[in-house]
């Protein structure tokens, strides 16, 4: 069964700050990875996500995350972040060779941005 | 396009009452996914639907939680008798039909259940 790892629970940051979100899996096959965004008081969407091919994946709002398979990470970037950006974010796994589809959720990074 | 709809939002009810939730995934999509989103915990799979079929429900605690999609479109959970660790956002998720593994799944808002 695969888990997902996010070590960082709570972030604060000021606006033009850059953000690195640490995300780490445990599986041994291939995976698809994921990124989803819940902005307060709004559903859960997502933000980017990796399933084959280049490792740095981009995504909507200026997001980008980094496969490093020898890491088991995919990290999420923003080189600057606004105060749009407070929300909680969640890494996501699910197996490709097992069929399962359900995604597997880290704990979520509460990420707050002063302006 | 119209997204996933839940109802009710919220819901307040005591240990021991039973509840049920409601989800309508959007048109067309033909896996059902029922999460829970325990405070502070990110989304833990509780069901899995591929139209009315049972795909993955290894998580559902069967003696007291069911879950049902008749007719391969809307699906109701239902938990009876809840306990107070069942308090919790419940949420319902879908993806198209195929369901490759590396579909977005589309949420919706989430029900939120208090269990006193």
């Known amino acids: 069964a695969q888990s997902v790892s996010q070590h960082n629970h709570h972030v604060i940051l000021s606006e033009a700050a850059s953000l690195e979100l640490g995300c780490n899996y445990s599986?041994?096959?291939?995976?698809?990875l994921f990124w989803y965004v819940q902005y307060p008081g709004q559903h859960l969407q997502l933000l980017l996500k990796?399933?084959?091919?280049?490792?740095l994946v981009k995504g909507i709002k200026g997001f980008e995350a980094e496969f490093i398979k020898s890491k088991f990470s995919f990290n999420l970037r923003k080189p600057s972040v606004q105060w749009s950006d407070t929300a909680e974010y969640f890494c996501a796994v699910n197996a490709e060779d097992t069929g399962r589809r359900a995604l597997t959720f880290g704990s979520g990074t509460r990420l707050q941005v002063q302006p | 396009e119209a997204g996933v709809a839940q109802s009710p939002r919220y819901k307040i009810i005591e240990k021991r009452q039973s509840v049920a939730f409601w989800c309508n995934p959007i048109s067309g999509h033909a896996t059902l996914y029922w999460y829970q989103q325990i405070l502070g915990q990110g989304p833990k799979l509780l069901i899995q639907f591929q139209n009315n079929g049972v795909v993955d429900d290894s998580q559902l605690p069967k003696d007291r939680f069911s879950a049902e999609r008749l007719k391969g479109v809307d699906s109701t959970l239902k938990i009876q008798p809840a306990k107070l660790e069942d308090s919790a956002v419940y949420l319902c998720?879908?993806?198209?039909?195929?369901?490759?593994?590396?579909?977005?799944?589309?949420f919706g808002p989430g029900t939120r259940l208090t269990v006193t």
């Open positions: 998720a879908s993806t198209p039909a195929g369901d490759r593994s590396g579909d977005e799944q589309y």
């Open positions: 599986y041994g096959g291939t995976v698809n």
């Open positions: 990796y399933f084959s091919g280049d490792p």
